[in-house]
Every structure is written in C-alpha cells, then in structure tokens.
C-alpha cells in the first residue's frame, strides 16, 4: 500500500470559507500532483510540483494554490470556497524520471471529498 | 488532439465470469500505457505498465494486452471476483518531454454480482 495520506477525508464547508486539503508522503518522492475527479469523467491534472520550491499549474485551471517547503508534503489550499469548488481531490506523487521511458507510476492518497454549500 | 476513450462505460457480470475492457488511445508520441484500478472512496491503484515493445503482460487474474499499431490496449479479468468491483481507469503517457505528460481515460465502472 502506498504511503501517501490526505486529510480530511470528508468535507463540508459553507461558501466564502478558506479550506486547505493537507496531503503528505514518505516515499521521499521528488514529483506531487493535485488532481480533481468528477464522477463519471476523467482526472485533471490541477497542480503539480518537481521538488521543494517548485510548483506548476496543471491543465484545469483552479482558483487553488499550493505550496511545497518539504518533500514529504504538498498542501492544497481555497481562499474562499464556492459550490462549483465541490469535487474529489486526488493528491498523487511519483518518483523522479528523466529521459525515455518515463515509467512514472502515480502512487495515490485516499481523496478529499469536498462539498461546499 | 491526444485523447484516451475507454469502453464500455459501466459493465455488470456475475461472479466467476470474464470480462475485456477497452481503451483506445490517439496519444503520439508513445511512451507508455497503465491500467489502474480504483475502489469506491480510494485512489487509483497501478495494476500494470505497457511500453511500446510489449504485447502481453499479466498480473494474477488482470491480463493486459497492447497494439501500438491501432492505438488499443485491453484489460482482461479471469474468474472475476466481488473484491474486482471497481473503476478501472487506462492512463496513456506521451514522450514529448522527459518527464512525460499523461492522458487520462473516463474509465470502466465494473461490477461483479454474486
């Protein structure tokens, strides 16, 4: 089982709310993700970081930020949480791969569920 | 455009049975393919790899096959059990950089019925 834990689990928050999705990992893995998953559609890559100091905006574009001091964790944060924020987030990390192939598993947390009224 | 379409969309059979799920991919340049499982309420879960060279790769009950010339992969579930209940979601990576960029399908809502 992967060694990568996301907190909260479940969350429901009114509008106007600053929310942060916690996500940490002890692989020592350089590469984290932030994905957001609608049912029935395919997951998109919201944010994405190579190593500490190093954060990049995904393909969906997100009213979040995050931010990445330590390896080990990649916080997701909401200033003021809408209910078109409500989703699953999926935080994900990789190792680091250079070059052809890029094998690059993703190791995934459990998923924040986020409902915002 | 690299898209990743999986088919079918939802899928019931009863326990012990087979199934074949399909993905059909337009990512270019290939480098690699993944069949991932997801549980209701988990992440996504790496089942198995295909590179560009392999045909056939088996992992217990899953048997994944891959035809780099018509872009179509298939994840093959023998003697399905309730525990394969489950999204199974194909992610195609491109080589276009060294760190790849991935396409993800919709996935296959499987479910096995006792």
Not at chain 1, 55 to 68: A, C, M, Y
Not at chain 2, 92 to 107: A, E, H, K, Q
């Amino acid at each position: 089982e992967a060694d990568i834990y996301q907190t909260p689990r479940y969350l429901v928050i009114g509008t106007g709310k600053k929310i942060t999705l916690e996500c940490s990992q002890t692989m020592g893995h350089d590469k984290m993700y932030w994905y957001q998953q609608d049912p029935g559609m395919e997951l998109h890559l919201i944010h994405y970081s190579y190593g500490v100091n190093s954060t990049e905006k995904g393909d969906l574009s997100s009213e979040s930020t995050v931010s990445r001091i330590r390896t080990e964790h990649f916080p997701l944060t909401l200033e003021s949480a809408r209910p078109s924020h409500t989703s699953q987030y999926l935080c994900a990390s990789s190792e680091r791969t250079g070059g052809f192939p890029n094998t690059g598993e993703l190791f995934f947390g459990e998923g924040s569920r986020l409902t915002v009224l | 455009k690299n898209q990743v379409e999986q088919s079918p969309q939802s899928l019931i059979i009863l326990e012990g049975k087979n199934c074949t799920l399909q993905c059909n991919y337009t990512v270019s340049p290939f480098s690699n393919l993944r069949w991932y499982k997801q549980d209701t309420g988990r992440g996504p879960v790496s089942l198995t790899i295909m590179t560009f060279s392999e045909n056939t790769k088996s992992n217990g009950r899953y048997t994944a096959t891959l035809d780099a010339d018509t872009k179509q992969s298939s994840l093959h579930i023998t003697a399905s059990q309730l525990s394969d209940s489950a999204s199974y979601i194909c992610v195609v990576s491109d080589r276009g950089s060294t760190l790849g960029r991935l396409y993800f399908g919709r996935g296959t809502q499987l479910t096995v019925w006792p």
